[in-house]
Structure formats: C-alpha cells, structure tokens
C-alpha cells in the first residue's frame, strides 16, 4: 500500500522540480523564434522572405517540374582523365601555368 501510494505521489513531486517549471528559471519558449529574429538583418523576413532578383526562375522551375513528375535528369559522368587539377603556386593559392 506504501508503494501504491509512493508510486502515485512520486510524479507530483517531479513536476515541482523540473527546471523547465520552476518559477525563476530559464524557459526554452520561444527561445528558438527570439534567436532567429535577433539574428535577422529585416524582422519583415520571418514573416515574408525575399526572392533573389538574379535567379533563374524558369530554370528552377523546370527542376522541381521534372523532380515531381519522375522525370529527373541523370547526372554526368564525371572523369578525371581528362580535367586538369589546379597546380599550387608558392603562395599557396590555386592557380595554372
């Protein structure tokens, strides 16, 4: 009977010590959409997001039209015979002749 009781109060007594209940203590609510804002350069952007004027949209859609129709293009093959790996120049950046 001890144990019956025991086993009913006992998750009473963790919700009292639960950091994310106790009064005074931090409360992850929110937290993420608060980040996100504050790291924002336009809060106008959470709400509605900007295009990229230099896009190519019909090329972009052609992709995601083929992509649902099943229709999606194999890539190429690469080959490494014939491409010429960049040489390292003594400064250390990429470079060729």
Known sequence: MRVLLLLLLLPAACAQTDPFYRPGDWSPQGASARNLAAMLAEPSDMVR?????????????????????????????????????????????????
């Open 49 to 97: 997001g900007r295009g990229d004027p230099g896009a190519n949209s019909p090329l972009a859609i052609a992709a995601v039209t083929r992509l649902m129709e099943g229709k999606v293009k194999p890539l190429p093959t690469a080959s490494t015979q014939n491409d010429v790996a960049p040489t390292a120049t003594p400064s250390g950046t990429a470079g060729g002749s």
